[in-house]
């Protein structure tokens, strides 16, 4: 249970679904870990259960939508002088409907928060981690990037877009020390969904994610946990580009 003991981690969307996972399991194995995303209460509760558990947690607010957010809170978590050893960003948010009615808030807020604001993250913390020539930067994205999926096609360019981002990084800085891994998932119940909660799609919506995404399986948080722990517990020595981890289905990707 001590796998990233001595570790510092920031986890950016820890509020709640897959990131709230991953965190409580950074922490679990030994890591220092920093909880990030807008709702402070949410933070405070997991960083409580952290707590109870004997580990060690942080909260922060942010939003990937200011720069001036995302700058503050790597201040924030340098502010101890330990190194950051790594990055996970599983912030996102979605509106699933067609393209030609939505409106221009939800889909200029998809390429702010999940692209623009992953982007943001990941130049802060290069600061961190490129003068020291280490550090882990992990970003999840979606199978939806890699097939596109209709009613998803603003999310799905932003997945498919930060998987590009991060094969241009590791073109440039793949000597430096610093890694990048795409952890890209399927369905994983059990989280809000990028608002998927709030927002359900409607009968179109849900027959085009079917028809592309195939069977109503899902997995659960503790799946993609178990990746995004293989990742974190890979040596400096290894570089892991990507992980693609979905439910069963019968999906040529
Ligand atoms: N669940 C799935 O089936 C699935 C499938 C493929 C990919 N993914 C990807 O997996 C990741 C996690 O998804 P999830 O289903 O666990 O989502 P979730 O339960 O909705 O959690 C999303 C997290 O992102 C945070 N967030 C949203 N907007 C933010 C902002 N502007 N600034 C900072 N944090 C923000 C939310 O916190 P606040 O609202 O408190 O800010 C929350 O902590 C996402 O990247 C998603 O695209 C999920």
Sequence with gaps: MDLLAGRKVLVIGASAGIGAGIAQRVAAEGAS???AAR?????EQQVAAI??????????????????????????VARDGA??????NAAAVLWCEPFATQSEHAWRTMLAINLAGAICATQHALAHMLPRGS????????????????????????????????????????????????L????????????????????????????????PSMMEIDDVVGAAMYALSTPPHVRLDRIV????????T
């Design 33 to 35: 870990v920093h909880l």
């Design 83 to 88: 190194p950051l050893d790594a990055l996970i």
């Design 51 to 76: 707590r109870t558990a004997g580990g060690e947690a942080t909260a922060h607010a942010c939003d990937l939508e200011s720069g001036d957010s995302v700058a503050a809170l790597f201040e924030a």
């Design 39 to 43: 709702r402070t209460d949410r933070l």
């Design 245 to 252: 981890i979905r439910e069963v289905a019968e999906i040529p």
């Design 135 to 182: 550090g882990h930067i992990v970003h999840v994205t979606s199978t939806a990037g890699a097939l596109a999926i209709p009613y998803l096609s603003v999310y799905s360019t932003t997945k498919a877009a930060l998987a590009h981002f991060l094969t241009a990084m590791r073109g440039e800085y793949g000597r430096s020390g610093v890694r990048f891994t795409e």
């Design 184 to 215: 890209q998932i399927g369905n994983t119940g059990g989280t809000e969904g990028g608002g998927v909660v709030e927002r359900p799609p409607g009968e179109e919506g849900i027959r085009s994610i079917m028809r592309w995404t195939g069977a």
